[in-house]
């Protein structure tokens, strides 16, 4: 298949959003039922005990076992994509963020309450995220 008709299918996909409903077909726009669900039983996330961020998932890790007292688990990545990304333009990047503004908002929340949680541990938190990475066999996430 050329890669031109596939990039195409990739940004009609990314960027049409009322061609692409639920169930019919299930795409990507599922982050925007999700997010009326969260904001429409108006929950807040600092209400939640623990917020975690994949992209910093051995921080989450460390912080939700220091809340709740629990041992320091070994884990290990899998299922890790490591395929190369397609070049979007600008203006489908933007339409995209648009379209998904409120799942990014709660991503910027979720990133700021993690970091206020690592602040409010100290500097201890840094030796302890190096010792968990130590123990797992990798220098960073």
């Known amino acids: 298949m050329p890669a031109s008709f596939v990039d195409r299918g990739l940004i009609h996909w990314l960027t049409h959003v ?3 409903r639920w169930p019919d077909p299930p795409c990507y726009q599922h982050n925007q039922f999700e997010m009326s ?3 429409g039983r108006g929950r ?3 209400e939640f005990d623990f917020v975690g961020v994949t992209e910093q998932f051995d ?3 460390l912080l939700l076992c220091r809340m709740f007292g629990w041992e320091l688990p070994y884990y290990r990545r899998e299922n890790v994509d490591n395929s190369p990304r397609p070049a979007l333009d600008g203006s489908v990047i933007r339409r995209f963020r648009e379209i998904n503004a409120a799942d990014y ?3 910027q929340e979720s990133v ?3 970091e206020r949680r690592k602040v409010a541990y100290g500097p201890r938190f840094a030796e302890e995220l190096t010792h968990l990475r130590e123990m797992l066999g990798r ?3």
């Open 18 to 20: 009322e061609e692409y």
């Open 37 to 39: 669900w969260f904001s």
């Open 44 to 46: 807040d996330l600092s």
């Open 59 to 61: 921080e989450s890790i």
């Open 105 to 107: 908002a709660l991503h």
């Open 112 to 114: 700021a309450i993690l």
């Open 139 to 141: 220098e960073e996430s």
